[in-house]
């Protein structure tokens, strides 16, 4: 299983980027893939997830801000972030599980597979 996001770069506070996560080796369809990120000195941490109904769950940080989005038929899953502000900057992380259960989509633990991760940098 390989998952690859791409899409990070640097933008200016109130700027937005989209990034994309493409996933092989698994079928898609049947994975709930989550979002994190990571700033420096900090811990990782859940910034959405997109359930393999497409139910779409958000870090209260980033609610009305970004959007979560899937396309199953190019095992592609998308994050548009709007508003960014420096507080975003972060290496953001794909992950994917096939048996995620609600309480545990937030975490990272309950995630099997990673990607690399694509640096996001938002000057003021």
């Known amino acids: 299983v390989q998952l690859q996001a791409c899409g990070g770069g640097l933008v200016q506070a109130g700027g937005f980027l989209r990034l994309s996560c493409v996933a092989s080796?698994?079928?898609?369809?049947?994975?709930?893939m989550g979002w994190f990120r990571q700033a420096p000195g900090k811990e990782r941490e859940f910034v959405a997830a997109?359930?393999?109904?497409?139910?779409?769950y958000y870090s209260d940080s980033v609610e009305g801000r970004f959007t979560c989005s899937r396309d199953n038929a190019k095992n592609t899953v998308y994050l548009q972030m709007n508003s960014l502000e420096p507080e975003d900057t972060a290496v953001y992380y794909c992950?994917?599980?096939?048996?995620?259960?609600?309480?545990?989509?937030?975490?990272?633990?309950?995630?099997?597979?990673w990607g690399q991760g694509t640096l996001v940098t938002v000057s003021s």
């Open positions: 997109i359930r393999k109904s497409g139910h779409t």
């Open positions: 992950a994917a599980d096939r048996g995620l259960i609600l309480s545990t989509l937030r975490h990272a633990g309950a995630y099997h597979y």
């Open positions: 080796g698994l079928t898609f369809r049947s994975y709930d």
